[in-house]
């Protein structure tokens, strides 16, 4: 069957339906297009999803870490923890305060931070930590925060997911979203910054827009249109759906790939994976054989995550980073994902692996 495809299988897609469309129409039609009550509603609605008492939405998930950072009063004299195994954008924001970063190892079974690595490094310098909840299995939060530092939640890849029947991004001091394309829900560019405590949320709101200002400080042009609000409003109303259709297919990839290779963690204690990537490891290396066969064959799957940072910056000693670099691979899952693919996708591994 994988043979026969004609079309790539993407690796990801948004999924858009007709209720998406109008919506963003009814807002290009009122002439209401840049950042007004759209956005507080959106902010609004996803707080309340979340559980707690506010939100910012921002141009992009990258905006939302950095007015995080600035909101804790990061600078250049303190470091900031995070994990080896994330995309860039994280580095970066660190990088826009001037901060030190601290990177740190991950459990090679969940790619989630490593919290007893984290305790070995941790100096007194240290003044947050970013804990991403990798690909949709929640981090072991309360640990990391009994720990003292503050804490900054990165959903980008898991909002809808829950730690102790309790949403993540409710944990930490502060909490960052992403909505771009790929993401669970999307609003194609976008993202967000939530928290219990109104002093962060007010001094984000105060750095996001530079205009029209008493006085004067650096500030950004970060925020989110009610075009892209209205978009993001439309699929939070289906966040849930969208979950439950990913843990179907997982579902599928568990039964058919069980004996092949090593599957994603479906539980941790009492979290549940929502599947925002589903990530295999091989069981021998080959991965970028693997890779260049799969989309010979139409289907395109990828490394989860393209480089570590510590690869970036010449750094030695995540032994567990680099094992998981080295073996793993995404394999297509989202909701619009047709049935016939799934089966086409499984044909192509068992035939590449056995």
Known sequence: MYEKLIAMIPHSRPTIEES???????????GNI??????????????????VKGGVATSSGTAALHLALLALDITKKDTVAMPSYVCTAVLNAVNYVGATPLLIDIDPDTFNLDVEDLKRKLTPRVKAVIVP??????????????????????????????YKNKMVGSFG??????????KMITTSEGGMVTSNAEKFLEKIRDLRDYDNKADYIIRYNYKMTDIQASLGLSQLKRLNQFIEIRRGIAQKYNAELKNLCSLPVNYRGDSRHIYYRYVIKLHRNGIESFLKLSKE??????????????????????????????????????????????????????NVIN
């Open 20 to 30: 998406d469309v109008l919506a963003v129409s009814n807002i290009l039609r009122s």
């Open 133 to 162: 909840h990798t690909f949709g299995l929640p981090a072991d939060i309360e640990e990391i925060m009994a720990i003292g530092v503050p804490i900054i939640e990165d959903c980008a890849h898991s909002i809808g997911a829950a």
């Open 173 to 182: 001091d502060i909490s960052i979203f992403s909505f771009y394309a790929t």
């Open 34 to 51: 840049a950042q007004q009550n759209t956005v507080k509603k959106f902010e609004q609605e996803l707080a309340h999803y979340i559980g």
């Open 297 to 350: 064959k139409g289907i395109n799957c990828e490394r989860p995550i393209f480089k570590p940072l510590h690869r970036y910056l010449n750094l030695q000693g995540f032994n567990n980073t680099d094992s998981v670099w080295e073996t793993a691979v995404s394999i297509p899952i989202y909701p619009t994902l047709p049935e016939e693919n799934v089966k086409t996708i499984v044909e192509f591994i068992k």
